[in-house]
């Protein structure tokens, strides 16, 4: 007896990554009960689903991004003068755009991240809004691979073999989900009059699977900037509430997807806001609605064993030897690390009194791997919303100052991840969910800012493995054999199989007929002299 057991993997290869820049311009009008615009205070954008096409070597995009605006108005007797203005849905910005595809015939994978919402006063009425987007795009192919993982025998044999770990795709997909509560302003907080501006953040976030679904889950905590109203019903200033951990008022939220779950399966997500709304009809609360964005990706990670070489004391071992691409995982692992940056207020800027809120878009980020090591870089824009210090009868002011706007420079950072064994020929696959940035103010001229990032890394290399495919053995036979023995080649003829089939081997064969012993050596209607003795490889 001789058995052999057969495995096959199914693996993805990344063939290209790239990132491409879009932009997108036009107009946007004022509501009709909004004042009059002076200056552009703060802005930021929430890109809702995009949607895509590939035709020919190109990709085509559209969709659309919610446009928040803080600004000055003109005087308006008994009202605080900085107003709060929302564009969302078939109302917000207009993207429309393509980027070409560096390999037309590959299968590609695209995510869009929105980077800068840069907003410009046109007129009293209206603004230009430029938008800067990131495109990334990942080429890939399926790697599928057979071989011989176990062989069952009377005989004495033995058998070397390679242990990989190969994670197989299972499941790639974007989902997205929406989320409504109404939320009650803390006491000692005063009642609201307007909202200004709001904003929204995944935190703890985490995923787990169970009963054939993935589920994402964690807190959302609201940001509010809003106008307070005074006991006489007029308006009495700015003022900030937060719904977080530490107060308790963040909201729980999950996302559930369905999909197969292997035992071995592992996940891997990025999480981000696509829409922040808010209302309020009384005094003492507002409703929120949060339209939460995400890519899953589920992978079957396993350990495969795959036989290398096969010997055996009596007979003859004729193997059929195949090379393999493989996709080995060298290392999964979720990390964190924090961001952590002082940034001083440009020129001309008047001094904090007081910390509104802080808005930092989308960082872009660019990763690579060195020597036991991946290193990460990126930027981002950060815009600070604050009340200054007034001078004379004009009090304190609301003001903004940005860095990487008008001239000032960007908010950079970088960190490295100790990955031991870890070599710059590998690839590697991130998933960034960035938390909620934390503000603390320093000095009148100097904010410190504080941001954890959630990664979640494959490292992977590719592998060229001449591994088993087939395997039998091959025993004398007993009694006299013709002295000369032809097959003329049929129609799907392989070495292998003639060989199987007159107990010979496939390098017995080959030296009887010289052939250097491929399968595409084979002529149709050739003879092929039989071997009376095999021999060995």
């Not at 770990?165 to 006491?187: D, G």
Request: hydrophobic fraction near 40%; charged fraction near 25%.
């Amino acid at each position: 007896m001789f058995t052999c057991h057969y495995g096959q993997a199914v693996m993805e290869r990344t063939l290209h990554t790239t990132n491409k820049g879009l932009e997108a311009q036009g107009q946007l009008a004022l509501a009709a009960d909004c004042p009059d615009l002076e200056a552009v205070l703060a802005n930021h954008g929430y890109l809702r689903e995009i949607k895509g096409e590939i035709i020919g070597n190109k990709l085509f995009l559209s969709g659309t991004v919610d446009v928040h605006l803080v600004y000055r108005g003109k005087e308006s007797l008994d009202r605080v003068p900085v107003y709060g203005m929302v564009w969302k849905g078939t109302e917000g910005a207009v993207v429309n755009g393509e980027v070409e595809l560096p390999d037309p015939k590959a299968d590609w994978d695209w995510q869009v991240r929105l980077l800068k919402t840069k907003l410009q006063p046109e007129t009293e009425r209206t603004v230009k809004y430029q938008l800067e987007l990131e495109v990334r795009l990942r080429a890939h192919e399926p790697v599928a691979v057979g071989f011989v993982e176990q062989i069952e025998t009377e005989a004495q044999v033995h058998t070397e073999a390679e242990h990989l770990l190969v994670a197989e795709p299972l499941l790639q997909t974007h989902v997205s989900r929406e989320f409504n509560n109404t939320l009650a302003l803390i006491y000692p907080r005063p009642p609201l009059s307007r909202i200004i501006s709001c904003q929204a953040f995944p935190v703890q976030t985490a995923v787990s699977v169970a009963r054939e679904k993935v589920n994402i889950e964690g807190k959302l905590e609201v940001h509010l900037v809003y106008v307070t109203l005074t006991e006489d019903g007029l308006e009495g200033g700015l003022e900030t509430q937060k719904w977080t951990e530490e107060n308790g008022g963040a909201l729980p939220f999950q996302i559930s997807v369905e999909a197969p779950l292997p035992q071995e399966s592992s996940v891997s997500y990025e999480l981000w806001v696509e829409s922040v709304a808010c209302t309020s009809s009384h005094p003492e609360s507002c409703r929120v609605q949060i339209q939460l964005g995400a890519d899953v990706c589920l992978t079957r990670t396993r350990q495969v064993k795959a036989i290398t070489d096969v010997s055996a004391e009596k007979g003859i071992i004729d193997l059929k030897r195949e090379v393999g691409s493989w996709v080995e995982v060298v290392e999964e692992t979720e990390r964190s690390f924090v961001v952590e940056k002082l940034l001083t207020l440009p020129e001309q800027r008047p001094n904090i009194k007081n910390v509104l809120e802080v808005m930092v878009t989308e960082p872009k980020i660019e990763w690579e791997l060195d020597h036991d090591q991946l290193i990460i870089t990126g930027e981002a824009l950060a815009t600070l919303l604050y009340q200054a210090e007034g001078a004379g009868e004009e009090g304190d002011v609301i003001t903004a100052a940005g860095w990487g706007q008008g001239g000032t420079e960007a908010l950079t950072f970088g960190t490295t991840l100790d990955l031991p064994g870890v070599e710059a020929e590998m690839q590697a696959r991130v998933f960034l969910n960035p938390q909620r940035p934390k503000v603390e103010l320093e000095d009148e001229r100097t904010i410190k800012l504080v941001w954890e990032f959630k990664a979640m890394i494959t490292i992977t290399q590719n592998r060229e493995l001449s591994l088993v495919s087939d395997s039998a053995l091959v025993l004398p036979e007993e009694g006299p054999k013709p002295s000369m023995l032809f097959y003329v080649v049929q129609p799907g003829d392989t070495l292998w199989g003639i060989a199987r089939r007159y107990n010979t081997t496939m390098a017995a064969l080959a030296k009887a007929n010289q052939l250097t012993g491929t399968d595409q050596e084979l002529v149709l209607g050739k003879k092929l002299l039989i071997p009376k003795v095999p021999i060995a490889n």
